[in-house]
């Protein structure tokens, strides 16, 4: 069971609205040069369709800056975020080129002149902050008081940032506390949600690839969640971004928070399966990624737990020996040959959706 989700401010990051109970948004971040303006629109592209709700775009140097503003323009829509490190010139670059926010430590960007500033300009174009802690860059000071990054050290590293930025009347705050390691993750945001209001964007950092980035994440977001805590995700993978995105949507819809897309039910099939499931569900996915209604289609291997879970979906189907029916909402609609199934289920699918969709 889920609980309550924890009251924090409600912060603007373009057209998106972080916390106090706004839905969860999904973000992600572009992994091409950011100098490369093309490819980077092109990857921004890709993300927002795979539903990316704000896309977070590294800005190492002035070259990336001056990228940063074009790619703004091209990208009028987009709730962008510069993400800056330790260069207050560049977070002043990439507020007067539009960002929706920034991401830059005020402690780490060389005294309160300095902050001053990126507060002034960011308090003037009316856009928020994320303070981004991450457990591999505390400070020399906090790492030789707690002998190393735990949960209480990058809480107080936070609560250090926070108040630069308070002692100057700003509050458009967002805070991240990130870790590769799960429990330190999840007890450092535990923390900081009992003595700030601000909303927090959740994330393992550096989670790794393939299944065990996937699964780390969804274990460390997952807790978090279900205890109320979190009101923005970003799935780190090393990989293709869009399946940050994709696994965003997967752990939210899994908790039952927020379901887009179709959700495909397969079983895991067995010795009485006489179908190719997996290629089954890998295309029937595939060909109906581009939906963002939330549907159900289940896809199942036999005629044992096959028609009962194939009834429960919207669109579902059941194999037999090198044949399978279809159901919709629980009524069968036919019977269809293996090798038609793809384009048949494709097109139930496409005629439920225009059943529902309103006129
Ligand atoms: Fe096996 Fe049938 Fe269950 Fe699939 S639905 S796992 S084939 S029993």
Same mark, same amino acid.
């Given at each position: ?5 924890? !009251? ?22 572009? !992994? ?12 921004? !592209? &890709? ?93 020399? &000071? ?35 506390? !990130? ?181």
């Amino acid at each position: 069971m889920l609980m309550e989700r924890e !009251k924090t401010r409600r912060i603007k990051v373009g057209k998106i609205e972080i916390g106090g109970g706004a839905p969860i948004s999904v973000q992600s971040m572009t !992994k091409t040069d950011t100098r490369n303006v093309e490819k980077t629109i092109s990857q921004i !592209k &890709e993300l927002v369709t795979a539903g990316c709700e704000i896309v977070r775009i590294a800005i190492p140097d002035e070259e990336a800056a001056s990228a940063f503003s074009k790619i703004r323009r091209k990208m009028a829509d987009v709730p962008l975020v510069a993400d800056i490190h330790f260069n207050y010139r560049l977070a002043l670059l990439a507020i007067e080129a539009g960002a929706d926010k920034i991401r830059i430590n005020p402690g780490n960007i060389g005294g309160e002149e300095r902050v001053r500033e990126v507060v002034k300009a960011a308090k003037e174009r009316g856009i928020p902050i994320r303070i981004g802690v991450n457990a591999g860059s505390l400070s020399r &000071e906090l790492l030789r008081k707690y002998g190393h990054p735990t949960p209480e050290a990058m809480v107080e590293s936070a609560l250090s940032h926070i108040r630069m930025l308070e002692d100057l009347d700003f509050r458009d705050i967002i805070i991240s506390l !990130k870790s590769s390691d799960v429990e330190t993750t999840i007890r450092a945001y535990q923390l900081i949600s009992e003595q700030v209001d601000y909303p927090l964007h959740l994330g393992i950092t550096e989670a790794g690839g393939g299944l065990r980035g996937v699964v780390k994440s969804a274990v460390g977001l997952s807790l978090l969640l279900a205890q109320g805590i979190g009101d923005t995700i970003r799935v780190s993978l090393t990989g293709d971004p869009v399946d940050e995105v994709r696994v965003g949507y997967y752990i939210l819809s899994s908790l039952g928070i927020r379901k887009r897309g179709v959700e495909i039910i397969s079983c895991p099939t067995c010795g009485r399966c006489e179908i190719n499931v997996a290629k089954l569900a890998t295309e029937v996915e595939k060909r109906l990624s581009h939906i963002t209604f939330p549907l159900k289609v289940a896809i199942m291997g036999c005629v044992v737990n096959g028609p009962g879970e194939a009834r429960e979906a919207d669109v579902g189907f059941a194999g037999g020996k090198g044949e399978g029916i279809i159901f919709r909402r629980g009524e069968i609609i036919r019977k269809v040959k293996e090798k038609e199934a793809v384009e048949t289920l494709v097109k139930e699918v496409e005629k439920f959706l225009k059943g529902i969709s309103p006129s």
